[in-house]
């Protein structure tokens, strides 16, 4: 429910921002305010907090954000808080965001390594998987040590696992089946 929520305010965004030709202005308004709610959560529990009147909450948003964002998507925070829908609003602003990586055909990537990655490696799998996907491909890094070493990559719904940890996990598969027969 909360997905489908989020797919149509978002969408209804998106097409305002099409239709103005504002694509990029629109992602960048929508980005700062998304850093902005998610950075502060004490801010996110007064909108979400049943008590606090939904004209206070956006009398807030008002002097926040109306002087840094356009009218459309002013009003957008607006009509979540007046459909009392603000339990959603971070996930309609990521929506959307992903709505515009997917309308410039960015794909994200994420890269999993036991330690962090250098700069001129991220550069080096930026450039295989844009050779190999033929997209462009936005990199998130994160590092888990349980991996041992090498590489977990995910792109959409596929998975490389070059990780020390996949290939013990499939050789200990692999000893199992042998047991068996």
């Known amino acids: 429910m909360a997905q489908l929520i989020a797919k149509r305010y978002a969408k209804a965004l998106f097409d305002i921002a099409l239709e103005n030709q504002s694509?990029?202005?629109?992602?960048?308004?929508?980005?700062?305010?998304?850093?902005?709610?998610?950075?502060?959560?004490?801010?996110?529990?007064?909108l979400q907090h049943p008590q606090v009147l939904k004209d206070e909450k956006i009398k807030m948003?008002?002097?926040?954000?109306?002087?840094?964002?356009?009218?459309?998507?002013?009003g957008l925070l607006v009509l979540v808080i007046q459909k009392n829908r603000q339990d959603y609003i971070l996930e309609i602003l990521n929506t959307f965001l992903e709505e515009v990586k997917s309308y410039k055909g960015i794909v994200t990537a994420t890269v999993v390594s036991a330690v962090p990655l250098t700069t001129e490696q991220i550069n080096k799998i930026t450039q295989k998987l844009i050779s190999s996907l033929n997209k462009q491909i936005q990199i998130e890094t994160q590092v888990d040590p349980s991996i041992i070493g090498g590489l977990k990559i995910r792109v959409g719904d596929r998975i490389l696992d070059a990780s020390i940890e996949g290939k013990l996990h499939s050789l200990k598969s692999q000893l199992y089946d042998l047991q068996l027969v």
Request: net charge negative.
């Open 23 to 46: 694509i990029d202005e629109f992602e960048h308004q929508v980005h700062m305010v998304y850093q902005i709610l998610d950075s502060e959560k004490e801010f996110m529990k007064i």
């Open 61 to 74: 948003l008002e002097e926040i954000f109306s002087s840094k964002v356009s009218n459309e998507l002013m």
